[in-house]
């Protein structure tokens, strides 16, 4: 007991106090220790010119190493990163961008980009009216076809890159099932365009109209 009082109770509140402090100081100096993480970021286009339109298929993603404070870094949110490419002198054709336009929340430093620079095809933009080409699916009973097909609208405008704009032959709906159909059925759908470069103007549901009827050999052997 003399050796507990003397050596580990005499002064216990300044121990303790000691014990606090050294603690406190334990945690900021971990807290600003500084460290580097890697975020993946999109690039963004700003300030496209009305007359263009991008005919890159996909654009890279922008890697960042970043350095910091490991408590600011830990809770960095990806959507604080942004990496942009300004585009406003941009004109037709392809051309090769920096990746410099970064920014990053205070105390968040820039250690590398990669890639340092991307090239970035674009095209005039064109509009363009297409036929609607229904797309019918499933099986009719037996002695039945198909008559006609009709698409309401039957055309639709489109917009994009003027080079993959003038290599779409048709919009596509999506399949209407007429399986079992014995006369006519109005189906509501829609229409698309598979090259996702091209986009449909002002889109808005198609309505198709299977006609069937008795085939001819079905009459024949009747």
């Not at 406190?24 to 496209?48: F, G, K, R, Y």
Request: glycine letters at 4%; a neutral charge.
């Amino acid at each position: 007991m003399r050796f507990l009082r003397r050596y580990v109770f005499h002064d216990i509140g300044l121990k303790f106090f000691s014990l606090v402090i050294a603690g406190c100081l334990w945690a900021v100096v971990t807290q600003d220790q500084t460290s580097e993480v890697p975020i993946s970021v999109p690039v963004e286009l700003h300030n496209m010119p009305q007359n263009l339109e991008i005919s890159s298929r996909s654009l890279p993603r922008a890697e960042l190493w970043l350095s910091g404070a490991s408590r600011v870094l830990d809770h960095l949110a990806p959507n604080s990163v942004h990496v942009a490419v300004n585009l406003s002198d941009a004109q037709a054709g392809e051309r090769t961008y920096s990746l410099r336009d970064v920014a990053v929340p205070d105390g968040v430093h820039v250690k590398q980009v990669e890639p340092a620079q991307i090239q970035i095809r674009l095209d005039a933009r064109q509009t363009r009216v297409v036929e609607v080409r229904p797309r019918v699916v499933g099986r009719l009973a037996s002695g039945f076809a198909i008559s006609n097909v009709v698409a309401d609208p039957s055309q639709i405008t489109i917009v994009g890159p003027a080079n993959r704009v003038n290599a779409v032959d048709a919009a596509i709906t999506d399949p209407v099932d007429a399986t079992g159909l014995l006369s006519q059925r109005t189906f509501r759908t829609n229409a698309y365009v598979s090259d996702p470069l091209v986009q449909v103007v002002n889109p808005e549901p198609v309505r198709v109209t299977v006609f069937v009827s008795k085939s001819r050999l079905y009459h024949n052997s009747d």
